[in-house]
């Protein structure tokens, strides 16, 4: 299960929006729906954001989770 503040990496873009390709990384939010969808703030390796997007959990793996 995603939890807000988790570091997350894009597995795959199925959004119309595709202004982050897979191996994308960000922050997790917000979730929606039960945790089966979230708001994603992806970043550039300088720390500016890319795009807040919302993002299916299925499309994610997280890299480090923050408590």
Do not use: P, Y
């Not at 982050?20 to 917000?30: F, Y």
């Not at 729906?33 to 970043?43: D, H, R, S, T």
């Amino acid at each position: 299960m995603m939890l807000e503040h988790d570091f997350v990496e894009l597995l795959a873009n199925k959004n119309r929006d595709q202004s982050v390709a897979a191996g994308s990384r960000g922050v997790v939010v917000h979730l929606h729906k039960g945790g089966q969808a979230c708001e994603v703030e992806f970043l550039r390796a300088d720390g500016s954001t890319i795009c807040v997007q919302t993002v299916t959990v299925d499309q994610l793996r997280v890299i480090k989770r923050n408590n």
